[in-house]
């Protein structure tokens, strides 16, 4: 099992397999396209690639675990076998998946549910010692933006993340990061407040994911399309970068590692 060195930042590049993601849905539907855009990210400097098949846009509907896991397994495959030291997150929120990505070279399990949508995924990473992503999602994708309500936002992502860090410990699991959910049941105002405030979430001694890439909270505000969100995601890069964010999850890795390189230099000098 590989070790996450969060001594300096981390850039996730994101691998969609779904066929109705927000931003690039079926835009890797092929293996050879798919193993392409590996490349190209590892070449721009990701160290983690993030794969994933089942879409978690607001309104997506399920497909069927078999599909998720044909979608996943041979891309998996392929990717580990060319490249042995990355490290190759699998984005599942259901334990058969993640214990077969496991088994076939994933290093990471990244869980939009934090187990709350399956009841084994826990005993999954606690079997197998994988780092797990716990991210925060108010109700389930198909209904998450219909009217997130929270009385303190902040308070209450952090409340949930210490439940939930307190079952994995007690289950031998403590080789966690938290996500705190941009876009999953949230308004534009909870997600720039929790960007804002993004450093409280370092009470809970875990390293932090942000994954704002081109979503919502960008081109809505901006009122443009999630196709001309880059110079925003740029922006709240920044923000999470100086705020404490130790991974950037994104679809355009070149512009993230810029950001860090600039994020880390100017903060260490």
């Known amino acids: 099992m590989k070790k996450i060195d969060l001594s300096t930042t981390h850039i ?18 092929t293996q050879e396209k798919a193993i392409n855009q590996v490349r190209k990210m590892i070449k721009e400097g990701a160290t983690i690639i993030d794969i994933g098949a089942q879409s978690s846009k607001p309104g997506s509907e399920e497909i069927s675990e078999e599909e998720e896991w044909k979608r996943i397994k041979d891309v998996l495959k392929k990717v580990r076998n060319e490249f042995k030291n990355i490290l190759i997150s699998i984005d599942t929120y259901r334990s058969s998946v993640a214990e077969k990505s496991i088994n076939n070279g994933a290093d990471i399990i990244n869980d939009i549910s934090s187990g709350n949508l399956d009841k084994n995924m826990f005993t999954i990473i606690a079997k197998y010692q994988v780092p797990y992503i716990l991210m925060h999602m108010q109700n389930i994708p198909k209904n998450m ?6 009385d303190n936002v902040i308070k209450e992502i952090i409340e949930f993340f210490n439940q939930k860090i307190n079952i994995l410990n007690n289950l031998g699991v403590f080789d966690l990061i938290i996500d705190p959910g941009f876009g999953f049941g949230k308004t534009l105002i909870h997600n720039y407040k929790k960007l804002n405030n993004l450093k409280k979430f370092q009470s809970l001694n875990l390293p932090i994911l942000s994954g704002c890439s081109r ?7 901006l009122d443009c399309d999630a196709e001309s969100a880059l110079n925003g995601t740029t922006i709240t890069n920044t923000l999470a970068l100086v705020n404490g964010a130790n991974i950037l999850r994104v679809h355009d890795v070149k512009e993230a590692v810029e950001c860090a390189k600039i994020v880390n230099f100017a903060q260490n000098n």
């Open 12 to 29: 996730m590049g994101i691998l969609n397999l779904t066929d109705n993601s927000f931003y690039d849905g079926n835009k890797y539907n």
């Open 145 to 150: 933006q219909d009217n997130p309500i929270y």
């Open 215 to 221: 979503k919502s909270m960008i081109y809505n505000l």
